[in-house]
């Protein structure tokens, strides 16, 4: 578990560091990521959403999704360790 929320945290920060001059996208994976985690949303949903709001970004499209999957398999969990919704 704490893995999952160093990379977790990683994630979050890359996402942050790629959108810096778009906000609203990092803001809305945020909330993808707790809607995911709070199980609002199934794996399908989160991977098409993290597709569509990462267009053009392959390496952190993968990245996220890896992130789901290994949620959903069990792992660990995807935890925005110390983000909150408009960060």
Do not use: T, W
Not at 37 to 55: A, D
Request: charged share 20%; with cysteine.
């Amino acid at each position: 578990p704490v893995l999952m929320c160093r990379h977790a945290a990683a994630l979050s920060g890359q996402v942050r560091k790629e959108f810096a001059a778009q906000p609203g996208v990092y803001s809305q994976f945020v909330s993808l990521m707790s809607k995911f985690k709070n199980g609002q949303i199934n794996e399908k949903k989160v991977v098409e959403e993290v597709v569509r709001l990462f267009q053009g970004k392959d390496e952190l499209i993968m990245v996220s999704v890896k992130s789901v999957v290994y949620q959903y398999a069990g792992y660990g969990s995807v935890v925005m360790v110390g983000m909150r919704e408009g960060d």
